[in-house]
């Protein structure tokens, strides 16, 4: 392995100190904020109705439905669930 030494970097014992400018006054901080966007989603979050009525009663018809899900659609189901599945490592 190769070190090059430093021969280039000045003697910090003879840099001068760098001359300080006035510290700015800092601008004052502005706590103006607009919560129009944020009460704008509010009112449509609660137009939303928390009970979708079509979906459940589609969900009804399924469940009453004794063919449902068929066969081939379990076995697609499972394919998929198996092939992610995580082997368990041991304790």
Known sequence: MR????HHVPDPSKVAPAKSK??????????TTDFAASTQLTKAMEK????????????KQLVQNPNYP????LR????????????EEPS
Request: aromatic share 0%; charged share 30%.
């Open 70 to 73: 068929d066969d081939a659609t």
């Open 48 to 59: 939303i109705p928390l009970v979708r009525s079509d979906k459940v009663a589609m969900a």
């Open 22 to 31: 006035p510290a700015a006054a800092p601008e004052p901080e502005q706590n």
């Open 3 to 6: 070190v090059d030494p430093n």
């Open 76 to 87: 697609k189901v499972a394919d998929v669930v198996t092939d992610h599945l995580k082997p």
